[in-house]
């Protein structure tokens, strides 16, 4: 009796990539963390196709329903359709082997590139590379004279330049060009196209570049706790906000980092100790438990909680996510319990700085008009103030005294990262409003 012949098998990468897909969406899943726990060699591959996906995930998901690639084809798995597509579309625009999956989706390939291409599907031009200079260990002085050496012009706008101008300017750099920040001192900023060289790049291996968002870095930045003074960041794993303190206050003075996960506290001891922080004092502990026996001293306050991380652009969307009332529900309830345990429980402290990465008034205004119902004794400043008012996007007005004090940084509209800021200050006694 002859045996009956082996199915060619799909290609691993595209197997565990489809997997992951699955597993997202239907778990609810972030993409990243499933990559990382699936220990695959090819673990950047698997991202490079799921980042695209991501990207171009209505173009496909329209093409693979027009061309009835599924309905034509019942038993082939969606997922793998997704990935498939997205290679030869979006990817490498071949695929390996001669599995049957890859077979059926070769032989659509004119039908599912043409209906993409008529779509007029745009992809969203990503941000910039932000890089910022770690003054631990290397200067602005450095950094420039680095840049300069490897051929990197830079692009210098006049001293009066308007945000809108600025934000021009950022568009149009060309591949050898980079700017620094307009607010952020020792934030450089590259073309999109140079994010992952700066990954792999020595400086940044060694400390001395930081790869951080320009929106996460205005915390510290807003915050400016000057040099000797002492801080407690509450929510400080991994780091990067302490790091930058570390920066603002020139390494001088104490920064308490509290960080209640242990693995993630195990990252913020090595990241600090790595970038040369020496005022850093991590504690694994909870934020709500420290008291002022302890922590009198402290007159600068951090509160960036767990948040939904609506705001996140590194985070890979891979089905619609409607808004989840529940999870904003509990998250506010600690938010609220952080922020105000802060503006409550030290005497000494003079200003505090309040941020998420989320784009949800739940988590944002309304956690800031609770804290400030629950302790009159705090004041709002106003961040756009504090940036020379040039900056174009603050709170919701519909709440009064508090949305206009407020910060956003919109993907969109300021090239970054989308996060929330609030800005407070303990009131004197002679103090009005
Ligand atoms: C948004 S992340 C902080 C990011 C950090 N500030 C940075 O810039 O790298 C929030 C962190 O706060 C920690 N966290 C949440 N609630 C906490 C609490 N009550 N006490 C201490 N850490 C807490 C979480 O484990 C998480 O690591």
Redesign the pocket.
Known sequence: MSKKPHSVKVPTQYRAAAKILKTAVQQQKSVKTLIFAEKHARARSLQAVLKKFSENRVAVENAIEKTGLLKDNPSFDPSLAKVLVTELAFGRQELNGESKPVQTVRSYKERLLKLISDSGFQKKEPNPRYVRINTNLYSLAEALEYLSQENWRRKVLPADTSYADFLTAIKSLEEDEFMTDMHIEGVLIFQAKWANYWVTHELVHSKRLILQNKA?SLAAELLAPPMGATVL??????????LHLCNVMQNKGCIYS????RV?YKTLCDITEQAGCEIVKPIL????NLTSDSYEDVEYI?V????SGSGMQSRMTVCDEPKDDSRLYKLQG?QIK?LSHAMGSFPNVKRIAYCT?SLWKEENEQVVERCLQLNPSYKLLSCKKALRNKWHNVGDKDYPNIGKNCLYCLPDSDLTDGIFLALFEKRREDDKD
């Open positions: 996460t960041d509450m929510c400080a794993a991994p780091g990067m906000k302490t509290v960080e209640q996960d993630r502990g909870d934020a709500l951090l960036d909680p767990s948040c600690l952080i990465c």
